[in-house]
């Protein structure tokens, strides 16, 4: 079984100001973790994902995020907010392999909030 | 590209009405997912489908069926709508490949808004 766990459900930064959200999973395989962005009224969109490569991910609108095995975590960063980073972000989980189903696993979400 | 289109937007119900959500995607995928929202509790898995013709229960089944009679589309009905399944659904396909890293991307819908009175 696989889980993710997001700390803080709300977060406020001020524009210019390191964004930190935090994403711990439980996997009892070696996951594969995303992290999704939901803009208001909105479908998700990919910010980046973890698949078993490089432990440094980065990805788009300067966000990255880096798996820590010993820690089980997988924090997203990004150096400068900017108020279009305003919004609702999710950590997600899954088990790798090909052939299998994408069968993500979803934390309950931090919605990010930037102020001037 | 459109990649992957929900049908209706938006829907309000009456308690034991029924209804069929329509995801379609053009991008080839073979897997597809139907996941609902809900305020606090992330996005849950509702039903997922591998191929044509297969379907299997994800984390939250009861009193939602799907069916997948095409490759690019992917139905999700409600028999007998309850308030309880008041939520936003989301759609997803993803790639089936020998790349693991790209077989697991999933691609999302817009949403259905769904508010069941």
């Known amino acids: 079984a696989q889980s993710v766990t997001q700390l803080g459900s709300h977060v406020s930064v001020s524009e210019g100001a390191l964004v930190l959200l935090r994403c711990n999973y439980s996997s009892s395989v070696p996951p594969y973790l995303f992290w999704y962005v939901q803009y208001p009224n909105q479908g998700l969109q990919l910010l980046l994902k973890y698949t078993s490569a490089a432990t440094l991910v980065k990805g788009i609108n300067g966000f990255e995020a880096e798996f820590k095995k010993s820690e089980t975590s997988f924090h997203l960063t990004k150096p400068s907010a900017h108020m279009s980073d305003a919004a609702e972000y999710f950590c997600?989980?899954?088990?790798?392999?090909?052939?299998?189903?994408?069968?993500?696993?979803f934390g309950t979400g931090t919605r990010l909030q930037v102020t001037l | 590209n459109a990649g992957v289109t929900q049908t209706p937007k938006f829907r309000v119900l009456k308690t034991g009405q029924s209804m069929t959500l329509l995801c379609a995607q053009d991008m080839n995928h073979e897997y597809m997912y139907w996941y609902r929202q809900d305020p606090g509790m992330g996005l849950r898995l509702i039903h997922y489908?591998?191929?044509?013709?297969?379907?299997a229960k994800g984390e939250v089944p009861d009193g939602y069926n799907v069916s997948r009679l095409k490759k690019q589309n992917f139905l999700l009905g409600l028999e007998s709508a309850a308030p309880s399944q008041t939520s936003v659904y989301f759609c997803a396909s993803s790639y089936s490949s020998q790349d693991p890293g790209r077989n697991t991307e999933a691609f999302f819908g817009q949403g259905t808004r769904l508010t069941v009175v």
């Open positions: 489908s591998v191929g044509e013709g297969t379907t």
């Open positions: 997600a989980v899954t088990r790798g392999g090909t052939g299998t189903a994408s069968k993500l696993t």
